[in-house]
């Protein structure tokens, strides 16, 4: 299994202002994915990052919103920009287990509360 | 489109009473379910993938089988540290995104 690791690991931010998240993972990996756990809700894939190429974005999430860097194969970003209180939410990195075991392997996590 | 539906949204057993949590699903293809335990305040942590009506799979006290319609996730014997909340998502199809239920929150009291 991969070690990943997030940073910060919660934050309080002021409407309006923007967070940038990140996320470093101990191995090299082709795909990252980015995803957002509101209160209550199920797990919502944001955007999948691919080293070398821009992110692709799940219906509802734009790029001037979420923009997202992937300079290497270990290390990418996540930016929650202009924020509102609907952001409030917990944001997760991950990448793919192995195909001989499915699913996937999940950070810790950023909680991050938006007044 | 996909849905994954969990039940019930919260459990609460004593030490050692056995139960189910169940993880319905309306899918085209089903390529793989998964099934995660995610404590408070950290990510999600993988259990099990299914790939197959009729196929099971164990760790310790946990056990998960699948049907064409839905997966339990069986607790035998439960002890205080199985509290936590557990998820299924399901890939279907094409595409390789996987969809999550909302969760099951299971609470184990000593």
């Known amino acids: 299994s991969a070690v990943i690791s997030q940073k910060p690991s919660r934050d309080i931010c002021q409407r309006g202002t923007s967070l940038t998240i990140q996320c470093q993972v101990d191995?090299?990996?082709?795909?990252m994915f980015w995803y957002r756990q509101q209160p209550g809700q199920s797990l919502t894939l944001i955007a999948t990052a691919n080293q070398g190429s821009e992110a692709t974005y799940e219906s509802g999430f734009v790029i001037d919103k979420f923009p997202i860097s992937r300079p290497n194969l270990t290390f990418s970003t996540l930016t929650v920009s202009n924020m509102s209180p609907e952001d409030s939410s917990i944001y997760l990195c991950?990448?793919?287990?192995?195909?001989?075991?499915?699913?996937?392997?999940f950070g810790p996590g950023t909680r991050l509360t938006v007044l | 489109e996909d849905q994954v539906t969990q039940s019930p949204e919260a459990l609460r057993l004593q030490e050692g009473e056995s139960s189910s949590l169940n993880c319905s699903y309306t899918?085209?293809?089903?390529?793989?379910l998964f099934w995660y335990r995610q404590d408070p305040g950290k990510g999600p942590e993988f259990l099990f993938t299914?790939?197959?009506a009729g196929e099971e799979k164990e760790k310790e006290r946990l056990k998960a089988t699948l049907t064409k319609k839905e997966s339990f996730l069986h607790i035998t014997a439960p002890k205080p540290e199985d509290s936590a909340t557990y998820l299924c998502?399901?890939?279907?199809?094409?595409?390789?995104?996987?969809?999550f239920g909302r969760g099951t929150s299971l609470i184990v009291h000593p």
């Open positions: 191995s090299q990996v082709t795909m």
């Open positions: 991950s990448v793919d287990l192995p195909d001989s075991i499915g699913g996937q392997f």
């Open positions: 899918v085209s293809g089903l390529r793989g």
């Open positions: 299914l790939y197959s």
């Open positions: 998502a399901v890939q279907a199809g094409g595409s390789y995104i996987p969809t």
